[in-house]
């Protein structure tokens, strides 16, 4: 399990947490890209501090490094895992037992999941709670066709496109779910955002993104988004979502396909997440 991170604070603790009773902390390895406020003190695995990606090269530096990396690891182990901190892997309960389990019973080269962004309903849940499951304290989310990404690998071939993508064929799978907390707590999103936005104006990271909106802009977005929501609320059914329609194909390269995450707020419907999921992460 590899992830990169800087300043997340609560969210990897929990990336730390959720992973390591799924794949054992031993196996996981968090490349620290400068984080100034002690979130990488003291965890319970492998914590590489990096000595800074190269300005106007971040986004190709973190997949060169991710990949890179995962291709020497591939020598050692069957699979590997490359996730930001604040998306959290979860195979279906009804049909999986964990992770290892879901891991031992799927053979394909690639797997991507079907991906949900976790969001806070501001009008009727409070701040999270910490060392509590967010799952069951935000009972809402929207599909994330973008997000639906290619994750899970057994080949060295590279990762793309911030992670969107990979050099190999790969079709989502309905029985993994990634849960995507980026949305999941309104606090949390404008602090986050507005150290991304910091970012985004000093060395130029994250163009185009939504690093270049600031915090009380995406939290506004978020609650004028939840505050919108109906009594009738449908339960998320993966069953409804045809998974070829999620990625396209161009030059040997596979990638998930969807609106950005300021779109998929704006525009997708807001849907229960299901009840069997609650407590997991």
Not at 108 to 125: D, K, S, W
Not at 156 to 166: C, D
Not at 184 to 210: I, M
């Amino acid at each position: 399990m590899l992830t990169i991170a800087r300043d997340e604070g609560e969210m990897l603790t929990r990336w730390v947490d959720h992973y390591g009773r799924q794949a054992g902390h031993e196996n996981l390895i968090v490349f620290d890209d400068g984080s100034t406020d002690g979130s990488t003190d003291d965890l319970a695995c492998t914590v590489q501090h990096l000595p800074g990606f190269r300005k106007g090269n971040f986004e190709a530096g973190r997949m060169g490094l991710a990949s890179g990396v995962a291709q020497g690891l591939l020598g050692v182990y069957d699979v590997v895992i490359f996730t930001d901190v604040d998306e959290f892997l979860v195979p279906d309960p009804a049909r999986y037992a964990d992770l290892s389990d879901y891991l031992a019973r799927r053979p394909e080269r690639v797997i991507a999941p079907f991906a949900l962004n976790v969001v806070h309903h501001t009008a009727v849940e409070g701040p999270l709670i910490s060392g509590k499951p967010i799952l069951g304290q935000r009972a809402y989310a929207q599909f994330a066709p973008l997000m639906c990404k290619p994750s899970v690998k057994r080949v060295p071939a590279a990762w793309t496109s911030a992670s969107h993508g990979i050099r190999a064929p790969y079709m989502p799978d309905p029985g993994l779910f990634m849960v995507h907390m980026k949305f999941a707590d309104v606090d949390l999103l404008r602090r986050q955002a507005d150290r991304r936005n910091e970012l985004a104006k000093a060395v130029g990271r994250g163009k185009g993104s939504s690093w270049g909106r600031s915090g009380d802009d995406l939290a506004g977005l978020l609650t004028a988004k939840t505050a919108s929501l109906g009594a009738q609320v449908e339960e998320f059914d993966p069953a409804s979502v045809l998974p070829a329609r999620l990625v396209r194909e161009e030059n040997g390269v596979h990638r998930a396909v969807g609106p950005g995450h300021i779109d998929n707020l704006r525009n997708q419907p807001l849907l229960r997440i299901p009840e069997r999921l609650h407590g997991i992460v």
